[in-house]
């Protein structure tokens, strides 16, 4: 069994999802808190901070980080969801930005839209405040069984 299996059978065993973040270090590096919510399945929190604004002069958050976001959401969703636990690559990020990011905390859910033999189609919306939706996007994941 593979470290990221390792990881994952550990996290959906002990119903902690922030565990994932052990298996992709990007999260870690963007402070990134997966949680499970009641109903909707995992939402994530990323955390305002400085190193994740792009220009200094724009009081917003950079486009790279929410694109980061969308990816990184879509490849926690696939190694939380899909049996058995697989090795899960990008394959290509679609990102619509919708408004700027103000400075605070930002939060993200997905949805499948499919999850097939081999790729899986993951629906990413982000958001801030009360559902203020600032970007959303699609993300294809390669999963190797």
């Known amino acids: 069994m593979s470290r990221t299996a390792e990881i994952v059978t550990r996290a959906r065993?002990?119903?902690?999802p922030e565990l994932l973040c052990e298996a992709i270090?990007?999260?870690t590096f963007l402070g990134l808190k997966p949680s499970l919510a009641d109903t909707d399945g995992l939402t994530f929190r990323l955390p305002y901070?400085?190193?994740?604004i792009?220009?200094?002069g724009v009081p917003a958050l950079h486009g790279g980080t929410l694109s980061s976001l969308l990816e990184t959401v879509a490849v926690m969703m696939t190694l939380w969801t899909v049996e058995p636990i697989p090795q899960?690559?990008?394959?290509t990020v679609t990102t619509d930005y919708l408004r700027p990011a103000l400075?605070?905390?930002v939060f993200a859910a997905g949805e499948f839209l499919r999850i097939g033999r081999r790729f899986a189609a993951v629906e990413v919306r982000i958001w801030q405040g009360e559902k203020r939706l600032v970007a959303r996007g699609r993300v294809h994941v390669?999963?190797?069984r």
Do not use: K, T, W, Y
Request: glycine share 4%.
């Open 49 to 52: 901070s400085e190193h994740l």
């Open 25 to 27: 270090p990007f999260a």
């Open 13 to 16: 065993a002990a119903q902690r």
């Open 88 to 91: 899960a690559r990008v394959i």
């Open 54 to 56: 792009g220009n200094p």
């Open 142 to 144: 390669m999963i190797r």
């Open 103 to 105: 400075l605070e905390d």
